[in-house]
């Protein structure tokens, strides 16, 4: 059973900065494909941040681009960090990591390729 837990998520001011990480469990022979989605109040969850099961790919939404990072600690990306910077108030939302152990998606973007997910973690920033 894979499971992802979220942390680090909490209230900040506009411009300050947060990391929020990922923690699946680890799979005996096969990395992961990660990424960070987020749903806002009364919105649809968007895709914010992907990266690729050898780490060397990385793609982000296009308004949070030179401002968040995705990393990940291991080959295995069994640990996935989400680094925020200049955050603003429309970057408040809950924020989901989700994972599949497909290496090449068709839409990294498309929520229905992932096939496991966290609980979620809340970041509010304040104006």
């Known amino acids: 059973q894979v499971q992802l837990v979220e942390s680090g998520g909490g209230l900040v001011q506009a411009g300050d900065s947060l990391r929020v990480s990922c923690t699946a469990t680890e799979h005996a022979y096969m990395s992961y494909t990660m990424a960070w989605f987020r749903q806002a109040p009364g919105k649809e969850r968007e895709f914010v941040a992907y990266i690729s099961s050898n780490g060397r790919n990385v793609y982000y939404l296009n308004s949070v681009k030179g401002r968040f990072t995705i990393s990940s600690v291991n080959t295995k990306n069994t640990v996935v960090h989400l680094r925020m910077t200049m955050l603003e108030p429309e970057d408040t939302a809950v924020y989901y990591c989700?994972?599949?152990?497909?290496?090449?998606?068709?839409?990294?973007?498309?929520?229905?390729?992932?096939?496991?997910w966290g609980q979620g973690t809340q970041v509010t920033v304040s104006s």
């Open positions: 989700a994972a599949t152990l497909t290496r090449s998606l068709t839409d990294v973007r498309n929520e229905l390729n992932y096939d496991y």
